[in-house]
């Protein structure tokens, strides 16, 4: 166990905990195409006992049995709600497995903003400051250092995208406002009326407008990129009548004392080419994305431009929630964790139409 | 012809420019089912011998034929893409038939934008002062004079009326964005590859990014309700996989100078219940309303909301479209000059689910 | 109570039990625009105690309040799920109140079917003779005397519509297909794996190929048109991922004795026209329908066609199954029942697109 | 050119002819993840001297332009349309190029039924023998020695499949009811108002019930598994508002003169399960299957059952439409040709949900 590679295969062994969520067997199907790495063990309480492909049949090729607990592996996504994961994550950092964490549960460095969020006490405020945030644009070097890594939101991920260069040159100031709509798959598999297909289709509708739980997450990351200003953020997320997909919209005033020669349209368009050109998985694209153009991959495509009438930046930042946004960010985040190819197992590209 | 009322059944005899489109058709259905009016002509040019029924299955019981110009009516509205329109309408007005025009036409005061935004020069341009903004909620008097009245934009009656409360108390000043959400008929029955099942369905996109046609026209509306400010204005409308509906999310910071007492959240509320208190198709909401809940119906559900953290207002705002957004409000326009009672006809439940 | 008309407004006061589900709301909506009745009692007792408004906003302009029993009536609707509806209903007859029960609790003539396919002992075998099935366009005349309708399940209504002109002529024999495709809200609005979005979403399935519960229902009815020969009938039903709409095409061998001079495509067509000639929600139409030229409507559209190459008609048969297979069609039954015009309340267009 | 392999990469040069249409843009998008093969070429003529990735921006990390022409390959897809396809095909085959054409042009054996079924006279009406049928369940060892393949119609695949080991076996005899069900990415990237998302949306219609194109390809191959016997066919297809799938119900009387040993359900799903025991591509499966399933990849997936009561076989069949019913069957039939693994390429999961 720990880190010792398995000898029959030579490929890393690695497990989920919770597989029957949508995470869970996204991570499952991708995982599968991995050249590196494999499935050994995954662990789903009310599933527990039945094949994999009983569950979920597109995944009948895969000979796998779902168990209560996870069993020997070399590595663990955790794939839990809030709450349940800190537990199962602490125990298995303590036999020594390197995690990636899905849930929220290590993605906030204050302890206290648990209790106020998410209405628990975190118990184990302690590995808060050694997780490190899992969005390999922002924090490559660190995770490939670490031991947890805690998983982006799926609404911080496209947000945080479209706006760190504007925010880490100061071209924008404190003043964002984030209009962010998903597909139904960012809801979970969990039954409850806002999921069900009447109430959802042919619907619209904005949600959350107290606070969503990605607020504080999205506040803490524009706060490290302006390094520690407090950022002023409304953010308004919707469900949209589809499944899979994120398209935020981000709203922001030029910075007054931004000299004018660098805050064309063009200027803006070259800043962000410049910042994402080495990184696989960002494209700054030269028209407003579709969502669906992202569809099953890991890529996120941003689109910055200048409202000149009003001095605004707008930027349109989208992924698939369940790939960039939660099942493919996380095996990004694996392959810098275990030195692999960052792109090994993520390769496909989007289904279109 | 002209305002002479039809003796033999003693309703009002209307017809339809262009019955073929959705704002058309959509007329044509609610226009059946109204106590005071009866359809006698519609127009049409691809589809002019047909039966109605033909080209519309659904409204097979309605007995009327397409025609290639429209005959003998008390009451006109044309459903015409813009520019087109302007020319039958002038015509129809000559013979002192009242118009409703849904197109764009006549609804921008200033000339010179039709050429600016819809690349044509406006060939009526006396027409301009004389034609009233179909709005009820903000024109209902001039409306009630009218010979002319413009009817507005689906985007524009959402913002507009989602805007109106906070304008004219100065609550907020002049920074608005808009991020606006609709359904795919409004993009019209002509084809195009924006529009095929396939490019839409599972998708999400901003588009008009550089400045959307119905924007000149909520600058103007805009300015209106702040006596002459000139608003500054961001708005993206995105397309969303659904048939009908637009729900729309407006952001905008409290006006600096506004005594803390007035902008809190119970306070923004009876604002905006006061102010549509008596409006039979405005009902403002105490929970994030759907676009769903509008459907097939007249109604527009607002729901203003305070971002405490930011001292921001948030309004949602959500209409049907091809009703409250196109057909249904030129019937609301139609009833209020002929006298008729403003809901006659509209009175349906929205279609859930 | 009883059959007490109230007074103060001269309209029958009914009411819905289970106001709840997708039926019960649907019967809410119609209702509400019905001439000649009024809701005055609404129940269900998940949500006793609170305004139907804050359950469903498309109808908050209706003042109801859920009330965990039914209140004084004059006639009553059940949308119980099955064995629960049946106590209800006994308990309304013995106070004298009329009911349509949309349930399948009377729909059987044989107790002991309710054994083998609903897994319950009837607890009112003896009202099952007194019950008519509420198939106007077959039963009309029973329905006009009856204390107790059995409104058809929707899967029936289509099928049976779409045979009952082959069957009463002798045009086919006992044998025929069904193949039927339902939209969502057929499976209710309970919560279950199989109405989530992203289940059901781009997915078409068919389910029960080990016997459909409006199997035996269909029989009966099928058997009833032939007189009491038995038919031989296999029903698979599709999930369609659409919210509202079923659409049904039946196969069925030309029976051999039929002269050749009554089986071509024209008499067939002829053969459908002349039989439902007098009825209001029947269409016999000259191309194959779409469910959507139904929608929202009570409308039921029938295409009869011959297949040449091998002697079988095919019969395609669409209805909105929350209308004409469910609230509509209960509507259609009261009007009946209570001498109103059949129409009453049901004369709306479909809504299209 | 011809048969000489591409010595820089090692590997086979692939073009495609027509890769704008949804086949021909899905076989790039599965071929860029071919491991044996390269695309060297694409044609397009709307679309020439644009990049692949300006009118697909989810292949724009492919860096090929579109050319009016193919340019140099050692091997060609044609996606374009029936009769365009043949006279492209035939000139690639005399350049020595094997070929496998997705259109219907190559897949009937007698030339007369283009005329009845298309209405054009074959152009090459000497290929037809030559061609084989690219079903690799049926015909594999013939595809491996071919040199142009005529890949199978979407709907004859499901079909097909369904109904082979039925055939052969003579559990049924020639009475056959094909009711098909397809997303709407069958009908082609072309604008019509067939595919108007507000058309499609919330609606399921039959179609062409006088004759389906799929219909003579179906028939030519059910005469072939039962050695020449003429089928009784009845086809059926319908559209159903999704993007991709295919699912097809079939309905056939067991054979009279089969002992009844051999037609309880548990023989028949053994037959199929020994019928597709060595295929990659067919899995037969113990619950009706979803069209979600395969989405996004090669499988086929197989449900047989026995209506007990009526003596009948139901068999559910489904397949991705543009996977396994178009371009992933090309792809496989490629690599047979080649000698290469006929999974290489193919074996991802679908994705779900």
New interface residues.
């Given amino acids: 166990m720990g880190n010792a590679y398995s000898t029959s295969t030579n490929k890393t062994r690695v497990g989920i905990v919770n597989v029957t969520g949508?995470a869970g067997?996204e991570l499952a199907?991708l995982l599968?195409?991995h050249p590196n790495v494999e499935i050994t063990s995954i662990s789903g309480r009310s599933a527990a006992g039945k094949k994999l492909g009983d569950v979920?049949?597109?995944?009948?090729?895969?000979d796998l049995t779902i168990t209560a607990e996870l069993g020997a592996v070399d590595f663990a996504f955790s794939a839990l709600p809030h709450k349940e994961s800190s537990l199962v994550v602490s125990a298995l950092l303590k036999d020594g497995i390197k995690v990636v964490d899905i849930s929220a549960d290590f993605r906030l460095k204050e302890a206290s903003l648990y209790q106020e969020w998410y209405n628990f006490n975190h118990p184990a405020p302690e590995l808060l400051s050694e997780a490190v945030y899992g969005l390999p644009e922002i924090y490559r070097d660190n995770i490939a250092k670490a031991h947890l890594v805690a998983n982006p939101g799926c609404y911080s991920t496209s947000t945080i995208l479209g706006l760190a260069p504007l925010l880490k040159s100061g071209v924008i100031g404190s003043h964002v406002?984030i209009?962010s709509?998903s597909?139904?798959?960012g809801a979970g598999?969990t039954?409850?009326?806002g999921?069900?297909?009447?109430?959802?289709?042919?619907?619209?509708?904005?949600?959350a407008?107290?606070?969503h739980r990605h607020l504080p997450e999205i506040e803490q990351e524009l706060a490290y990129l302006m390094r520690g200003v407090r950022p002023?953020?409304?953010f308004?997320p919707?469900l949209?009548?589809?499944?899979?997909?994120i398209?935020t919209?981000i709203?922001a005033p030029l910075s007054g004392h931004t000299e004018n020669s660098k805050t064309g349209d063009a200027n803006i368009k070259a800043l962000f080419k410049d910042f994402y050109k080495d990184e696989p998985f960002v494209?700054v694209?030269d028209?407003?994305?579709?969502?669906?153009?992202?569809?099953?991959?890991n890529m996120c495509?941003v689109y910055p431009?200048v409202?000149i009438?009003?001095k605004?930046i707008?930027v349109?930042s989208t992924i698939d929630n369940l790939v960039k946004g939660a099942a493919g960010q996380a095996i990004q985040n694996m392959n810098i964790m275990l030195g692999m190819s960052e792109t090994a197992g993520l390769?496909?590209?989007?289904?279109?139409?």
């Fill in positions: 949508y067997v199907r599968s195409h979920f049949p597109h995944l009948a090729h895969l406002i209009d709509k597909g139904v798959s598999r039954l409850n009326m999921t069900h297909y009447c109430e959802v289709n042919e619907d619209i509708n904005a949600y407008l107290e606070g002023v953020v409304t308004v919707h949209v009548p589809m499944t899979r997909g398209l919209t709203y494209r694209v028209a407003p994305p579709h969502s669906k153009h992202t569809w099953g991959s495509l431009t409202d009438r009003t605004r707008i349109i390769d496909n590209a989007a289904i279109y139409p």
